[in-house]
């Protein structure tokens, strides 16, 4: 069973940055996603890396200002956010997956953490 952990939520002033980090207990997986969700809104995926060939995608809400990076001897996925927006107050959670096409939909992914929480204030 893998476990996902996020860390490095938190408060911060728009323009400013953040880093999260999702550790994993488990590094079988292929890929690992980043999403949020804002209260009333649909779960959205931000950014997803392949661990093998560090390949990543990212939502065109957040490009140019978040980078999805990971670290295999530490089985570890972060996300570091710049440039923060009022709009990018969410929850974030990480996912991962073991196999096959890893995507930016939700449905893509069979492992998910609790979330960490960020709130940017304009």
């Known amino acids: 069973q893998v476990q996902l952990v996020e860390s490095g939520g938190g408060s911060v002033q728009a323009g400013g940055s953040l880093r999260l980090s999702c550790a994993a207990s488990?590094?079988?997986?292929?890929?690992v996603a980043w999403f949020r969700q804002a209260p009333g809104k649909e779960r959205e995926g931000v950014a997803r890396v392949y661990t093998g060939s560090g390949n990543t995608r990212y939502a065109d809400s957040v490009k140019g200002r978040f980078t999805i990076s990971r670290d295999n001897a530490k089985a570890a996925v972060y996300l570091q956010m710049n440039s923060l927006k009022a709009e990018d107050t969410a929850m974030y959670y990480c996912?991962?997956?073991?196999?096959?096409?890893?995507?930016?939909?939700?449905?893509?992914?069979?492992?998910w953490g609790q979330g960490t929480q960020v709130t940017v204030s304009s």
């Open positions: 996912a991962a997956r073991k196999s096959g096409y890893c995507g930016l939909g939700p449905p893509d992914y069979n492992y």
């Open positions: 488990r590094y079988t997986y292929s890929c």
